[in-house]
């Protein structure tokens, strides 16, 4: 059975810096791209990057470019997100999902087919 | 401002049918998938619809969804309680380079 845990969430102060980490299992990880997409409260959802199975492409929505870091480990099963410089705005429930394809590379049709629990990061003074 | 526009709210009766509409344009939509994410409140989303038209396997065939140029379609057909829930399309638009979500639509089941 495929699962994603999320990891890593919590009170930040603005500026501040947050790593998340997401842990699968039941599937071979060093196959799949990766993604985390966040949903602030009572909002939808929006994508904020995207890692392919080794690590060569590597996109980010432009709202956390330069500010986020996306990378993986694959002999641990792992996804990660360090988060720095922290807005108030970044407060949302981050989610990390599996893209449905296996493949080396990000595909326009691919589609998020797992999805995590979440966790909650909060930016607050 | 959401890069899809989906409308905010959609409602039906048991049995009924209904339709979400997710309109983008030809960097998004226009050229590439469409897929289909449905939240249960409280819950982490849940993939739908893929490909523009099909379900994983689990998903009713009461779901269904189409493409047409820069749109999409989400229809539900026999409407059932257990389908109130937030419902979101998306596709990746190649001019931003990333994936874009609609703003969601909250299915109400009177």
């Known amino acids: 059975e495929v699962q994603l845990v999320e990891s890593g969430g919590g009170l930040v102060k603005p500026g501040g810096s947050l790593r998340l980490s997401c842990a699968a299992s039941g599937f071979t990880f060093s196959s799949y791209s990766m993604n985390w997409v966040r949903q602030a409260p009572g909002k939808g959802l929006e994508w904020v990057s995207s890692i392919s199975s080794s690590s060569s492409y590597i996109y980010y929505a432009d709202s956390v470019k330069g500010r986020f870091t996306i990378s993986r480990d694959n002999a641990k099963n792992s996804l990660y997100l360090q988060m720095n410089s922290l807005r108030a705005e970044d407060t949302a429930v981050y989610y990390c999902a599996r893209v449905g394809t296996r493949a080396t590379v990000v595909h326009p049709w691919d589609y998020f087919d797992y999805w995590g629990q979440g966790t909650l990061v909060t930016v607050s003074s | 401002q959401s890069v899809l526009t989906q409308p905010p709210s959609a409602s039906g009766t048991p049995g009924q049918r209904v339709t979400i509409s997710c309109s983008g344009s030809s960097s998004n939509i226009g050229s590439n998938t469409v897929n289909w994410y449905q939240q249960l409140p409280g819950t982490a989303p849940k993939l739908l619809i893929y490909s523009n038209n099909q379900r994983p396997s689990g998903v009713p065939d009461r779901f269904s969804g189409s493409k047409s140029g820069t749109s999409a379609s989400l229809a539900i057909s026999g409407l059932q309680s257990e389908d109130e829930a937030d419902y979101y399309c998306?596709?990746?638009?190649?001019?931003?380079?990333?994936?874009?979500f609609g703003g969601g639509t909250k299915l109400i089941v009177l």
């Open positions: 998306a596709a990746w638009d190649d001019s931003l380079n990333g994936w874009v």
